[in-house]
């Protein structure tokens, strides 16, 4: 079975766009998570979704947004970047409470 | 107090030696923690997962203290391969997962 799959891989953007992340849970997963990690730093929490619906948030500002199609594939939308937005960006399935599964995430660079 | 603290690192052990790795919680309403490995620009792997008092799996040991709201993993034998940085997790408030910021190992020959 193919595992957490995310596109793209890599992303160059400059400050003020938009980027749209996408990410495809292992099959048979309801879940998606989305988290944002920065070097040196522990992966931070974004959003979960469950079942289409957003389950949880972290202290991430509105500019964050993100939604769950009904094949359970995802999508993170990030407007306005900042500089500060530069990170690995890691989605991970789960069904729904359980061991979360991380795909290979999407390195962002802000310019 | 952070959500998740780990022992900043990094720690530096030669082949064969044991080493501990803490992590301190916050919420004592978390009943399930995990421990990731990363390895470097690659995306977080499970490691072991920790639903009571502990779990054991070959040379790792992964330990709950909920009185004192901590947990520890432990390297037995260690090995080149185990060079990587760790990551506590914590399941926080139902829907959202808190990482620490994890503690590096170099495994030296």
């Known amino acids: 079975d193919a595992g957490v799959t995310q596109s793209p891989t890599h992303l160059i953007k400059t400050r003020g766009q938009h980027v749209t992340l996408r990410c495809s849970p292992i099959s048979g997963h309801k879940s998606v998570s989305w988290y944002q990690q920065v070097l040196g730093q522990g992966p931070q929490f974004i959003f979960q979704y469950y079942e289409k619906e957003e389950r949880g948030r972290g202290n991430f500002p509105d500019r964050f947004s993100a939604r769950q199609f009904p094949n359970y594939s995802s999508e993170l939308n990030v407007n306005a970047l900042l500089l500060g937005d530069s990170a690995l960006y890691l989605c991970a399935s789960s069904f729904p409470k359980e061991t979360q599964y991380f795909g290979p995430g999407t390195r962002l660079l802000v310019l | 107090r952070k959500e998740v603290e780990q022992d900043p690192g990094p720690f530096n052990v030669p082949e064969g030696a044991t080493v501990a790795f803490n992590c301190t919680y916050s919420?004592?309403?978390?009943?399930?923690f995990f421990w990731y490995r990363q390895d470097c620009r690659k995306e977080p792997k499970l490691l072991m997962s920790v639903y009571s008092s502990g779990n054991e799996d070959g040379r790792f040991t992964a330990q709950l203290n909920r009185a004192s709201q901590y947990i520890s993993l432990l390297i037995r034998d260690s090995k080149l391969s185990d060079s990587a940085t760790y990551l506590c997790v914590v399941p926080h408030g139902g829907f959202k997962t808190i990482f620490g910021a994890g503690t590096r190992l170099f495994v030296k020959a």
């Open positions: 919420n004592s309403a978390s009943q399930s």
